[in-house]
């Protein structure tokens, strides 16, 4: 790696989420995106046509090359543990999206075999890089608005994903709910308990995958801070994402976004708008772009990557013992996880 070149940059995984990696890779002034790497090569093809890297179909064409600096992992869940390891053991940068695994002992055994190795490792929680977000969570850890007492964090998608997805999804605990529970930990690091229901009140196809299309989940930090989380896969108006923080000396929020902020008053009504963002690409466009700065940023200065490895598996852990609690209706507790 030199200091006068760009980071060379290997992307898995050329569909939705790969193609917004791709679009930021390459145009970031310190990151080339070399390769692209998808065994369904023609989408790697069709993504690398419009980037200048290179279509692979193999992992092994990538990790071959010492030139290689990072790698950026948005192919299915299933491939994550082992692209992460063959990653690590080159000494190679890795962001991987979402979530680490399903299966919570692979992902501690995942961890167990890094353990020591000081190669950056970012996991793809984007939504702590949003500037309203994470301009909330500054101002709240800098005291302004006293103890946090409450946080709200209401995530409903604007419609359904295919039937497809949500059968290979894990659950909407694994799969939406997931991102959320990163985010009331972004506030509150120390959760200790997990209360959670759920209920399907119009998706056939996510109630015969014995799933939920709307949750709520509660959750009790170790300081008695409680996080309310409310998800659903439908939202009418399209993508609803919003963040309140209560605390002792007063509240922040944050709502939702829209195109513009123009507003329309006439005989028929007053205060109309633009719909609201219809997809998290849209979004979350400026949170994708400020984490791919702070991971080159790590891998540059050699610093800790926040969110990391811990923060997938412990949001893995709190999204599991929301699926436990709406299954069973218990509140389910946390104990500490051992390194």
Known sequence: MSENQPLKVALFGSGRIGQVHARNIAAHPDLELAWIVDPFIEGARTL???????????????????????????????????????????????????????????????????????????LGFNRRFDPHFAAIQARVASGEIGRLEQLTIISRDPAPAPEAYILASGGIFRDQSIHDLDMARFFVPDIVEVQATGTNVFCDYIEEAGDFDSVVITLKGSGGELVTITNSRHSAFGHDQRLEAFGSDGMLSAGNMAPTTVRKYGAAGTEGADPYLPFFLERYAEAYRNELDAFAQAIRTGTA??????????????????????????????????P
Request: hydrophobic share 40%; net charge negative.
């Open 48 to 122: 690398a046509a419009g980037t200048g890297a290179q279509a692979v179909a193999s992992a092994d064409e990538v990790f071959a090359n010492a030139d290689l600096d990072a790698v950026i992992i948005g192919s299915p869940t299933n491939t994550h543990v082992d692209l992460i390891s063959r990653a690590m053991s080159h000494g190679v940068a890795a962001l991987c999206e979402k979530p680490i695994d399903l299966d919570l002992d692979r992902v501690r055994a995942c961890r167990a075999s890094l353990e020591g190795n000081p190669t950056p490792l970012m």
């Open 305 to 338: 990557c926040s969110p990391g490895f811990d923060d997938g598996l412990q949001a893995l852990l709190l999204a599991n013992a929301a699926e436990e609690s709406a299954r069973t209706g218990r509140t389910v507790k946390i104990g500490k996880e051992q």
